[in-house]
């Protein structure tokens, strides 16, 4: 199997206060740890890529210092909304990229999580 | 970067019938091409892929075919059921063989199976 846990699964927290949350590759070792962004009823967009003992790579237009990324482990990363304000509110997803041998990566998602800032 | 334009935006098809959809990409050097449903509430999961080094690929009653030249590839779905119900993404991206770039995804497409 591939599976990928995330938690919290949901989120309500007040405008100002900072929101850790958590994705675990739980029966493989990820190469690569990605996160997305997900507004109702719309796509889902890469906000950073995440490798094991390095600094996270973000997209353009992703605050580095507001969304922060630690990658402890090759099963683990963690994504801090810091400082969240009411239009940081919305499905955040974590991917983790599955190497097959002879084939390449595989992503595998998390369930999501959903953030709501009062 | 990498486009992926996806259609239809909503399909409504009668249970047993087939379903097809249908994606773009822009950028020639993406050779990995995935395909997730997405229930309510939750997180995308995956269904079929494809990579450029080959252009079809079988599931059962899921299937995907991909032309490189004319850069689109789609999905077809036959006879549905209606726990197929749900929103379908496809997604791009560039796997250099040491590590696999994050994933562009279309708008995705709202599949409605009708009993």
């Known amino acids: 199997g591939a599976v990928v846990s995330q938690h919290p699964s949901w989120v309500i927290c007040k405008s100002g206060t900072s929101v850790k949350i958590e994705c675990r590759s739980l029966d493989f070792q990820a190469t690569t740890m990605f996160w997305y962004r997900q507004f109702p009823k719309q796509s889902l967009m890469l906000m950073a890529t995440s490798n094991e003992g390095s600094k996270a790579t973000y997209e353009q237009g992703v605050e580095k210092d507001k969304f922060l990324i630690n990658h402890a482990s090759l099963t683990l990363s963690t994504l801090t909304v810091t400082s969240a304000h009411p239009e940081d509110s919305s499905f955040y997803i974590c991917?983790?990229?599955?190497?097959?041998?002879?084939?390449?990566?595989?992503?595998?998602f998390g369930p999501g999580t959903r953030l709501t800032v009062l | 970067g990498e486009n992926v334009e996806q259609h239809p935006s909503t399909l409504s098809v009668q249970e047993g019938d087939s379903a097809v959809i249908k994606c773009t990409y822009s950028d020639s050097a993406s050779n990995y091409f995935p395909w997730y449903k997405q229930e309510l509430g939750k997180g995308p999961q995956l269904i079929i892929d494809i990579r450029s080094n080959v252009g079809e690929k079988k599931d059962q009653r899921i299937a995907v075919t991909l032309n490189k030249t004319a850069k689109h590839f789609s999905l077809h779905i036959t006879e549905t059921q209606p726990e197929d119900s749900a929103v379908y993404f496809c997604a791009a991206s560039w796997d250099s063989g040491g590590g696999a770039d994050g994933l562009t995804f279309g708008k995705g497409t709202h599949l409605i199976i009708q009993p």
């Open positions: 991917s983790a990229s599955r190497p097959w041998v002879g084939s390449g990566d595989t992503q595998y």
